[in-house]
């Protein structure tokens, strides 16, 4: 299984929206409607922030938001500010197994 | 509240075999609602699925990893355990151990994460 493809970087000034892209295949993220998002800071654990595509925790900003067209999944985060600096990772289902793109940075300038 | 926490040496010798168990807290491992799954990171780069295992001994592996790595659970005690064989400096990595929900067969999102520990591998 290959990994899902993200960008490397985006960057944002604060209010801002901006969008991070990540493409699978058939197999994956468009085969099936279990796509998530992960957040994570420096030196910490991982927080979900967007399952099933668009489907967001309890406790989390209402300013995250998920979608999927085709094989390409993509999270929006509106409203930028300082605390949404961190990298961003999403996930897929995929024939009895996981998949993860390989991470996007996230500056807010 | 859910926790989950990692534990096991954080320095093994190269050919040897990694072992980490992760023990859950504030909630039962024998759900039917969830799988329980080992996620890695190398230092400075993205996260990697390893495996997941179901509390009555079904797993799924990675494809990549699937020759040197066994799952196991004890329901018990509440912990479910990797053991990675074999190991090389590219096995070293933060080991994290997280709650993986399924739903008709399927695995999905990991919604509750330990905090991860460091393993080296190195002579």
């Known amino acids: 299984q290959s990994a899902l493809t993200q960008p490397a970087s985006v960057s944002g000034s604060p209010g801002q929206s901006i969008t991070i892209s990540c493409t699978g295949t058939s197999s994956d993220v468009g085969g099936y409607n279990y796509v998530s998002w992960y957040q994570q800071h420096p030196g910490k654990a991982p927080k979900l922030m967007i399952y099933?595509?668009?489907k967001r925790p309890s406790g989390v900003s209402n300013r995250f938001s998920g979608s999927k067209s085709g094989n390409t999944a993509s999270l929006t985060i509106s409203g930028l500010q300082a605390e949404d600096e961190a990298d961003y990772y999403c996930?897929?289902?995929?024939?009895?197994?996981?998949?993860f793109g390989g991470g996007t940075k996230l500056t807010v300038l | 509240q859910l926790q989950l926490q990692e534990s096991g040496p954080g320095l093994v010798k190269p050919s040897e075999t990694l072992s980490l168990t992760c023990t859950v807290s504030g909630g039962s491992i024998s759900s039917s609602s969830y799988y329980w799954g080992w996620i890695r990171q190398p230092p400075g780069k993205g996260l990697e699925w390893i495996g997941s295992i179901y509390y009555s001994g079904s797993t799924y592996y990675n494809p990549s990893l699937k020759s040197r790595v066994t799952i196991s659970v004890d329901t018990s005690k509440n912990q479910f355990s990797l053991k990675l064989s074999s190991v090389t400096a590219a096995d070293t990595a933060v080991y994290y151990c997280a709650r993986q929900g399924t739903i008709f067969g399927v695995v999905t999102d990991f919604d509750y994460w330990g905090q991860g520990t460091l393993v080296t591998v190195s002579s």
């Open positions: 099933d595509v668009s």
């Open positions: 996930s897929s289902y995929t024939s009895s197994s996981t998949v």
